[in-house]
C-alpha cells in the first residue's frame, strides 16, 4: 500500500477537537502490522448477535487472503451471546491464518466511540468500516483495498438497500444511505489519516451524521476522497417496531454539531436547510392556542384550520408513493402531529447544546 498519504501532512492538521496532530508521528505510534496484514475490517455491534453472525460469515468469505486482513468486533453493549459469535467464528477461520477479535466497548457509548476503539486496535495501514447489518460481496475487500492504492485518504463503496415496490416511510428513509457520499456502513480510510484527525468525534452519540463528521474532517485535513463503485455491501433495512419516525427525531440534534464544525462543508454537501414546514406548523398551533387564551374564538379556530390543513399535507407527502396498508396510514397519520414540534425542539436544543445559530 503506498505510504503517500502521509506525505499529505507536513506540520499536521489542526483537528476539530483542537489538537494539532503530526500524521507521520501518529503512524508510527500505531502497532506495528504484522509481515502481510493489510486491511483492519472494524464492525461496531450492539446486541445483535444473529445479524453480526451473517455479516461475519460474508467476511470471512471475501476474495482476499485470510493473513493479509483482521476483523475486529467492538461491541458497543457487551454480552455472553455476541461474545460467543465471535469466538465462534475465531475458531472457524483460525487455521487458515483469519484473526477474528472481539473488542468490548466500555469506555464509550455510540458507534462513533466503538469505531474509535476498532480502529485503534487495528494493527493494519488500511481501516474498513462496516455494519453488523450488512453483507458485503465477495469481492468487497478487495475492490475498496485496491480504490487505495495510489494514496487517497479514504474511499466511499456501494451500498445496496433491497426495497419493495412501495417502501414505508421507515424503509424508503433508510435507503438514502444508498445516495449517501460517505457512510459508514462501506467506507475505507487510511489509519494515519484517522490517527491525523482523530477518527470520530465521539459526541454523536446516536448513528447520525458521524459519517459526514469524519468525512468532512478528512476532507479540511487535505485528504483525497474516492469512490470504490465495486466495493458492494448489501444493507437490508431492518425491521422497526411503530411510530418509530417519533423517536427518529432525536437525532436532530446532530445536525447543529455538524453544522458548528463544518459550516462551509454543511452548507455545500448538505445544504439542508430549515424545515420551514415544521416551523410554519409549530406557528399556526402556538398562534392558535394564544387566540383561544386572548378569546378569539374565531381566530382560534381559523388558525386551528390552518395548522390541521398544514400537518394533513405533511401526512400526504409522507405518504406518497409509499405503502398504502392501513397500518402504514394510521401510523403515518398520528406521527405526523407530533413530529414537527419534536424535530423542531431537538434543532434547537442541539443549537443550544453546541453553541450554534441553528434553525
Known sequence: ??????????????????????????????????????????????????????????????????GRYEIIVCDDGPDAATHACVAHAAAQHAARGLAVRYLPVTRTQGPAGA????????????????????????????????????????????IVVPLPARPTDYEADASGLARAEFATANVFVARCFLAATGGFDERFTAAWREDSDLQFSLLRAGGEIVRAPDAVVVHPVRPARWGVSI??????????????????????????????????????????????????????????ALWFALTARFCLMRLRGRDRSWRHIAEMAWTSVPIPFLSVYWRLYGAVRFKVFFL
Request: one cysteine or more; aromatic letters at 8%.
Open 1 to 66: 500500500m503506498s505510504t503517500s498519504a502521509f506525505d499529505r501532512f507536513e506540520a499536521g492538521p489542526v483537528t476539530d477537537r483542537g489538537h494539532r496532530v503530526d500524521a507521520r508521528a501518529a503512524g508510527d505510534a500505531a502497532q506495528v502490522p504484522p509481515a502481510g496484514l493489510d486491511v483492519s475490517v472494524v464492525v461496531p455491534t450492539y446486541g445483535r448477535p444473529d445479524l453480526l453472525a451473517t455479516c461475519l460469515a460474508a467476511l470471512c468469505a471475501q476474495d482476499f487472503a485470510a
Open 247 to 304: 423517536a427518529q427525531q432525536r437525532k436532530s440534534q446532530f445536525d447543529a454539531l455538524l453544522y458548528r464544525k463544518h459550516p462551509v462543508l454543511y452548507r455545500a454537501r448538505i445544504g439542508a436547510r430549515p424545515p420551514l414546514h415544521y416551523y410554519a406548523i409549530l406557528a399556526a398551533a402556538l398562534a392558535a392556542g394564544g387566540a383561544a387564551l386572548a378569546g378569539a374564538a374565531a381566530a382560534a379556530l381559523a388558525l386551528l
Open 115 to 158: 469505531r474509535n476503539a476498532g480502529w485503534q486496535a487495528a494493527r493494519a495501514p488500511l481501516v474498513a468500516f462496516t455494519d453488523d447489518d450488512t453483507r458485503p460481496d465477495r469481492g468487497w475487500l478487495a475492490a475498496g483495498a485496491a480504490a487505495l492504492r495510489h494514496g487517497a485518504a479514504a474511499a466511499a463503496g456501494t
